[in-house]
């Protein structure tokens, strides 16, 4: 077993998550695992970064598969004993045009962005050391006001959320997604982005979590936040972004390397912390 110090990116093949990998192989102390669901996509970015004089570590994930993530856990805890950093970066979202089913996207995107996230989360914060720090790669599509409905945006800021109870609120607007059909809209949450909710609900898992790990935790100094990398010109954005993906990483790769006694369970935007 390695003493080495190790971070984990998922979904870091490509744009912000490789970005993020390029810069913490040169600013991070440790061992930098590049993670991507496919095995040759992932060795690929791997060698291209090897080309920059950059030696991150592989292994396969896919945070929808839970034996992926298990087979990553045991590889943390065989190897390092276990793990100070972990960027979730991996996400999904359909494009504008998608003629997909609303159940379909609500399903799938909430599928991966928020229960593959918190699968993660689960297997891999066991293995979180004393000043271990969780970044989640969220968006400003998730600020509370998009949900407009007061009642929703109480419970999801609430001071007292649990994360059971947070559960049972993804499980909710899937649900309310199905019972509208094509065509219709969810009783309570809006109808027009399971992106925007699936993000909002990541925003609020960090925030839970911090408050969680705080406690259970206190004298670890463990660093809970979510951010924004920008709009930044990636496949998923249809490369219309202004920010380039180096860009989109520097505040993923700051929150990274917050020193002890800095804030957890914030939300930050270009560097800074900004209201939910």
Known sequence: MSATRVAVVTG??????????????????????????????????????????????????????????????????????????????????????????????????????FFGTLDVCHQLFPLLRPSGRVVHVASQSGLLRRIKNVELESKLSSATLAEDELVQLAHSYIKEVVEAGEGGKPKNWPHDSAYSVSKALMIALAKVQARDLASQRPGDKICINACCPGYVCTDMTSHKGPLTPD???????????????????????????IEW
């Open 247 to 273: 860009q989109g990483a520097e505040t993923p790769v700051m929150l990274s390397l917050l020193p002890d006694a800095s804030p957890t369970g914030d939300f930050y935007y270009l560097k800074k912390v």
């Open 12 to 113: 870091s093949n490509k744009g912000i998550g490789l970005s993020i990998v390029k810069a913490l192989c040169s600013q991070f102390q440790g061992d930098v695992i590049l993670t991507s669901r496919d095995e040759k996509n992932g060795k690929t970015a791997c060698s291209t970064l090897n080309e920059l004089g950059l030696s991150p570590k592989f292994h396969q994930l896919d945070i929808t598969d839970k034996e992926s993530v298990k087979r990553l856990a045991e590889h943390l805890k065989t190897q390092y004993g276990g793990l100070d950093l972990l960027v979730n970066n991996a996400g999904l979202a359909y494009k504008v045009a998608s003629t997909a089913p609303p159940e379909e996207k609500a399903r799938v995107t909430v599928g991966v962005n």
